[in-house]
């Protein structure tokens, strides 16, 4: 069965980039015309989507937070990937990645805590 | 952007209770809805998908209703390893989370 891995930085610094990296194991990143999220929950907090990729590479965005967005996949790797810049204490969460609902795969997530 | 107004947004219940948790769209998203249970620590996992579909596994005290903008979680008799948050979340464009609602034990 497909299995999602979070990798990155636990702790990156105000202001600069913070990159995540999402393995799909047991299946294909290509098969099928599904989509790939990353969904945020900060501690204590709800869900947010931050967006999702297809395999082609077409990405949708959060409006809210498109501005500062970068969603990728690498087929040859089967990974996706998130970069979200200029963070501030309010990116401080636990980050998901996840296909779609109606296959409902998640990863086991990764705190994220953005601190000087 | 499509908003998700969950409500109630917390609720005590009784083991055997029946409970229900309502999910407002803020414009018609046809029955592109699934319901999340979320325990902590744990990611969340889905319910239900397309508004009334019984994921695979998951028990039949479950049901989902709804179509265009109203939706409602169902649970039919709570169990103790039903006290969790249970979030929709709209994917008719992008993806929406509602607020949640946690269910506590009375």
């Known amino acids: 069965q497909v299995q999602l891995q979070e990798s990155g930085p636990g702790l990156v610094k105000p202001s600069q980039t913070l990159s995540l990296t999402c393995t799909v194991s047991?299946?294909?990143?290509?098969?099928?015309?599904?989509?790939w999220s990353w969904i945020r929950q900060p501690p204590g907090k709800g869900l947010e989507w931050i967006g999702y990729i297809y395999y082609s590479g077409s990405t949708y965005y959060n409006p809210s937070l498109k501005s500062r967005v970068t969603i990728s996949v690498d087929t040859s790797k089967n990974q996706f990937s998130l970069k979200l810049s200029s963070v501030t204490a309010a990116d401080t969460a636990v980050y998901y990645c996840?296909?779609?609902?109606?296959?409902?795969?998640w990863g086991q997530g990764t705190m994220v805590t953005v601190s000087s | 952007d499509i908003q998700m107004t969950q409500s109630p947004s917390s609720l005590s219940a009784s083991v055997g209770d029946r409970v229900t948790i309502t999910c407002r769209a803020s414009?018609?998203?046809?029955?592109?809805l699934a319901w999340f249970q979320q325990k902590p620590g744990k990611a969340p996992k889905s319910l239900i998908y397309a508004a009334s579909s019984l994921q695979s596994g998951v028990p039949s005290k479950f049901s989902g209703s709804g179509s265009g903008t109203d939706f409602t979680l169902t649970i039919s008799s709570l169990q103790p390893e039903d006290f969790a948050t249970y979030y929709c979340?709209?994917?008719?464009?992008?993806?929406?989370f509602g607020g949640g609602t946690k269910v506590e034990i009375k």
């Open positions: 979340q709209q994917y008719n464009s992008g993806l929406t």
């Open positions: 414009q018609g998203i046809s029955n592109y």
């Open positions: 047991g299946g294909s990143i290509s098969s099928g015309d599904y989509y």
């Open positions: 996840a296909s779609d609902p109606v296959r409902d795969i």
